[in-house]
């Protein structure tokens, strides 16, 4: 079977779209942000990094101290039923999060290591890394 003409072009769209689908949800929007820290003077407050949501997470991975509390700050934009929800499993911690609204998220990570959260779909990702 030759593909022709035209089919060519359709050929060439469809591994585009592949493509772009594969980067915008696997390699897109990866450097890690530096939560920081409220009251540089206190070693127990808590590190602070805002997480827009709108189509995933941004920034999607957050470095942390481990050991002292976090404080993530989801801002959620978009509407799709996909993001209406967070969930980070280690710290057996599931939050709603309302359109047009900020929700406050509060985990410590009591090592070193790599805390994955996603969408209730488990279709969105982000991560907390927590070093020493």
């Not at 003409?5 to 060439?12: C, L, P």
């Not at 390699?27 to 590190?47: F, H």
């Not at 404080?71 to 980070?88: H, K």
Request: charge should be neutral; proline fraction near 6%; charged fraction near 20%.
């Amino acid at each position: 079977m030759m593909i022709h003409g035209s089919e060519w072009i359709v050929v060439a769209a469809g591994v585009a779209a592949i493509v772009w689908v594969n980067w915008y949800f696997f390699i897109a929007g990866r450097s890690p942000a530096v939560a920081t820290v409220a009251s540089a003077s206190d070693a127990g407050s808590p590190q602070e990094q805002v997480i827009t949501v709108d189509g995933g997470y941004s920034p999607a991975v957050v470095r942390v101290k481990a050991g002292r509390p976090v404080r993530l700050v989801f801002d959620r934009r978009d509407t799709g039923s996909c993001s209406e929800e967070v969930v980070f499993p280690a710290f057996g911690v599931r939050r709603f999060l309302p359109t047009g609204k900020k929700t406050v998220v509060e985990v410590t990570p009591p090592k070193a290591g790599r805390y994955d959260f996603t969408c209730g779909m488990s279709m969105l990702h982000g991560a907390l890394v927590a070093e020493d």
